[in-house]
C-alpha cells in the first residue's frame, strides 16, 4: 500500500453502524467511502459546497 497515509479519525458511532450495516454484502468499505470523498471534495466545487452547506449533524463541541 505505497503512497498512503495512515491516519486516524473520530466518528459518530451512530453513524458509523449505520454505514456498516448499509455496506453489508457489497464491496464497499470506510477506506474507500474516504478516498474518494476526498477525491471529490478536491475535484469538485459542487460536491464540496454541499458539504459546507451540511447542517443534519449538530455540534456538541466537536467538528462534526
Known sequence: ???T???SVKVIE????SFKKETI???FNLQKLVN???YKYTTDDE???KLH???GLK??????
Open 5 to 7: 497515509k495512515l491516519t
Open 14 to 17: 451512530e453513524l458509523y453502524n
Open 1 to 3: 500500500m505505497k503512497n
Open 47 to 49: 460536491f464540496r459546497d
Open 25 to 27: 454484502g457489497n464491496d
Open 53 to 55: 452547506e451540511e447542517d
Open 59 to 64: 455540534d456538541d463541541g466537536t467538528c462534526f
Open 36 to 38: 474518494r470523498s476526498i
